[in-house]
């Protein structure tokens, strides 16, 4: 299991960009599948990017295509998700998670930081 802490969330204006940093302690094998989740207000948690930690390959989804994206640096064992061009429904709390042989780690079995707020106002 990995450890992940996330920073940089905050408070934002409709427009604007914020980069979130993915901090990864521990053994990294290049078969990871790492991603960034957001938690809406109504409880659910979706995928917003993903990334294999060895191959690359990112992946992001629909709603955040041609304004999000993700990537990883090995020397920093860190991972990042630049947003721009942010809208009010992107606020959420924003999750990093980790699975090994998995493109998209699952709450059960992944490891998962503890988020980071993103507030996006008009």
């Known amino acids: 299991q990995l450890r992940l802490e996330e920073s940089g969330g905050g408070l934002v204006q409709a427009g604007g960009s914020l980069r979130l940093s993915c901090q990864i302690s521990?053994?990294?094998?290049?078969?990871?599948?790492m991603g960034w989740f957001r938690q809406d207000v109504d409880g659910g948690r979706h995928w917003v990017a993903l990334?294999?930690?060895?191959?690359?390959?990112?992946i992001v989804g629909d709603a955040v295509k041609g304004r999000f994206t993700i990537s990883r640096d090995s020397a920093k064992n860190t991972l990042y998700l630049q947003m721009n061009n942010l809208r009010s429904e992107d606020s959420g709390v924003y999750y990093c998670?980790?699975?090994?042989?998995?493109?998209?780690?699952?709450?059960?079995?992944?490891?998962w930081g503890r988020g980071t707020q993103v507030t996006v106002y008009s």
């Open positions: 990334i294999r930690w060895g191959a690359g390959s990112p």
């Open positions: 998670a980790a699975e090994r042989q998995i493109m998209i780690p699952s709450t059960s079995s992944g490891s």
């Open positions: 521990g053994r990294i094998f290049s078969d990871y599948g």
